[in-house]
């Protein structure tokens, strides 16, 4: 269902077809967390055919998007999450499955960017719309890593919304992450910031405990602190990190 429908989908830019690229690329590692943290979980067969799908076209949107504004950022085109879900049901794509299923999976995708979950979502439901987001985030750490190490992140921060390299820790967003509440991107005025919202998610943002341990595995808290610490001494450093390491540990 994925392929079928990117493959409508021609690029005569090359810059569009290798951002294209990077987003089949990415909604297949998200597939692969996603299938591990299920096997975790020992999901029935019923509920891992809802989340293999779910992390199949929890970004679908994307190429649309890329078609009709030539970018994947959302502030200055549309909601991907919003336009993702709309793309699942207009084009039938999931008109095999269930209504219950079929439900669940649009209503998992339609949330998966947003900054809290709505209540109304619960069951099975809530568990598909976790799935979603914890996969998706363990490849957003990984992307930073690789940006890190390549250099991209001490050259520019093109990718990171043009943010000041340099600069302190704001105490909105620190408090904020150490309360484990979400930060508003408006109070973020450096790359530090920027970072620090990932350590938040490690704090109170990830669901399964199978998370938390690929995170443990990836390093995603080590490599967060040295980054952190090329841009700023901050003293909210040593607590926000200190506080994901037990989040991570608490996983066994």
């Known amino acids: 269902m994925f392929a079928a429908y990117v493959a409508r989908f021609a690029w005569a830019d090359g810059n569009l077809?290798?951002?294209?690229?990077?987003?089949?690329?990415?909604?297949?590692?998200?597939?692969?967390?996603a299938e591990r943290i299920m096997r975790s979980e020992n999901w029935t067969a019923e509920r891992f055919a809802e989340g293999t799908a779910a992390a199949w076209l929890h970004d679908i949107g994307r190429f649309e998007q890329l078609r009709q504004y030539g970018?994947?950022?959302?502030?200055?085109?549309i909601d991907h999450a919003e336009l993702s879900a709309r793309v699942i049901e207009a084009e039938g794509i999931l008109d095999f499955m269930p209504d219950s299923s079929r439900a669940r999976i649009v209503s998992a995708v339609r949330v998966h960017n947003m900054k809290r979950i709505p209540d109304e979502i619960?069951?099975?439901?809530?568990?598909l719309a976790h799935l979603v987001r914890d996969a998706d985030k363990l490849d957003i750490f990984r992307i930073l890593h690789e940006k890190y190490r390549a250099g991209e992140i001490t050259e520019?921060?093109?990718?990171?919304?043009?943010?000041?390299?340099?600069?302190?820790?704001?105490d909105r967003v620190a408090t904020s992450v150490l309360a484990g509440e979400p930060v508003e991107y408006s109070w973020i005025q450096s790359l530090s910031d920027f970072i620090l919202i990932q350590v938040g998610w490690v704090i109170s943002g990830l669901h399964f405990r199978e998370t938390?341990?690929?995170?443990?595995?990836?390093?995603?808290?080590?490599?967060?602190?040295?980054?952190?610490?090329?841009?700023?001494?901050?003293?909210?450093?040593?607590?926000?990190?200190?506080?994901?390491?037990?989040?991570?540990?608490?996983a066994g």
């Not at 970018?71 to 085109?77: G, L």
Request: hydrophobic share 45%; charged share 25%; net charge positive.
């Open 71 to 77: 970018t994947f950022q959302d502030s200055k085109s």
């Open 212 to 250: 938390r341990r690929i995170a443990a595995e990836e390093h995603v808290i080590e490599m967060r602190e040295e980054i952190l610490r090329v841009f700023s001494a901050s003293p909210w450093i040593d607590r926000c990190c200190g506080m994901a390491r037990k989040a991570i540990e608490a």
């Open 156 to 170: 520019n921060s093109t990718a990171f919304w043009n943010l000041p390299l340099k600069g302190p820790v704001s």
């Open 122 to 127: 619960v069951g099975e439901g809530l568990a």
């Open 17 to 33: 077809a290798a951002l294209a690229q990077l987003k089949i690329d990415h909604t297949a590692r998200v597939v692969s967390a």
